[in-house]
């Protein structure tokens, strides 16, 4: 019986349980229909700004574990996490765009939001980075601002 040096068997058991494991593009294959793909990312993201919108705590199950926000240009953490949304309300879908790569997708959606204390529709552009899970797409970042009314 051969035997291996010690140090042989900690890296043939490194590789070992190296090899196990997923990295975190690679958690779940993606469909072999774009479209449809794409079609998912989009609707977790209006999904979220909607739910976001309202006030609506659902919006947090459409979030990895450490999403962040960038709202005008600050790191938010208290909701509303959207630009334009002053409180609860009604949120809007005016435009989307969608974009996959591999296991990450980018929405980027213009909305309207209206509720109490609006002097009228507030407005708002979003890039919504999304990482493709088991649980589907769920959103890792938001970055988030106003857009003047004449835009």
């Given at each position: 019986?051969?035997?291996?040096?010690?140090?042989?068997?900690?890296?043939?058991?490194?590789?070992?349980?190296?090899?196990?494991?997923?990295?975190?593009?690679?958690?779940?294959?993606?469909?072999?229909?774009?479209?449809?793909?794409?079609?998912?990312?989009?609707?977790?993201?209006?999904?979220?700004?909607?739910?976001?919108?309202?006030?609506?705590?659902?919006?947090?199950?459409?979030?990895?574990?450490?999403?962040?926000?960038?709202?005008?240009?600050?790191?938010?953490?208290?909701?509303?996490?959207?630009?334009?949304v002053i409180g609860?309300?009604?949120?809007?879908?005016?435009?989307?765009?969608?974009?996959?790569?591999?296991?990450?997708?980018?929405?980027?959606?213009?909305?309207?939001?209206?509720?109490?204390?609006?002097?009228?529709?507030?407005?708002?552009?979003?890039?919504?980075?999304?990482?493709?899970?088991?649980?589907?797409?769920?959103?890792?970042?938001?970055?988030?601002?106003?857009?003047?009314?004449?835009?």
């Open positions: 019986m051969r035997r291996w040096p010690a140090g042989s068997a900690i890296l043939a058991l490194g590789l070992v349980a190296c090899a196990g494991r997923a990295g975190p593009d690679n958690t779940t294959p993606l469909a072999a229909d774009p479209a449809r793909e794409a079609a998912a990312a989009r609707d977790v993201a209006t999904a979220f700004i909607a739910a976001e919108a309202r006030g609506d705590t659902t919006a947090d199950s459409l979030l990895t574990s450490g999403a962040d926000f960038i709202s005008g240009g600050i790191e938010v953490s208290t909701r509303p996490r959207l630009a334009a609860r309300g009604e949120g809007v879908i005016e435009t989307t765009r969608t974009q996959i790569s591999g296991a990450t997708a980018w929405v980027v959606a213009v909305y309207t939001w209206s509720g109490p204390g609006a002097q009228g529709a507030e407005r708002g552009r979003a890039t919504v980075i999304l990482a493709r899970s088991d649980r589907g797409w769920r959103i890792r970042h938001v970055h988030s601002s106003t857009v003047a009314p004449w835009q």
